[in-house]
């Protein structure tokens, strides 16, 4: 899905203020969530994707597919494990009640499943030093900053997803 869609000036100005480079924005995947959201789908579909079982992904009432965003929300932060996403949050333009980010999700809607709150991985898999931080995107400015000096970083979305942090430095050990 991502390779259909681009990163929004503003978004990018967004990252950039916080201090990425160009090539760490690209590198991190960053999209600007579609204004379109049953267009995308039918890209998808046509390109040979399965949108059923992804989160974020369901039926609405017209029978279409369509992807669970908010029109003009803000932009999708990929939650990288094992080298794959395995979730994205999108960083809202106009926080809601006080939460600056929401899961794309789509649990309780019809074909629709959550993805969970997966905690994201960025560094060398071997490393000796892991650093844990709360947050999907400050764990991916954290490793950004300090990719040179050989320290991996685990971004767990919140405290309920604490559990998260034993599983991958198991799945990481020598």
Known sequence: MLSFLV???ADFADLKRRMLTEKEISDGLFRT???????ICRKLLKAG?????????????????QLNVFRNSGYFCPVFSEGKIAGMQIRLRNPM??????WLSSADKDHGVSSGSPASFFGDPGSERVLVTEGIL??????CMIKDQNV???????????????????????
């Open 97 to 102: 009640d006080g939460c600056k980010y929401i």
């Open 33 to 39: 969530a579609p204004h379109n959201v049953t267009g």
């Open 49 to 65: 994707c399965t949108l059923d079982g992804v989160p974020g992904f369901f039926v609405n009432r017209s029978g279409e597919w």
């Open 7 to 9: 990163l929004k000036d």
């Open 152 to 174: 991996s970083v685990i971004g767990v979305p919140g405290i309920s997803a604490i559990h998260s942090i034993r599983k991958i430095l198991q799945g990481h050990s020598h």
């Open 138 to 143: 400050k764990s991916y400015i954290t490793y």
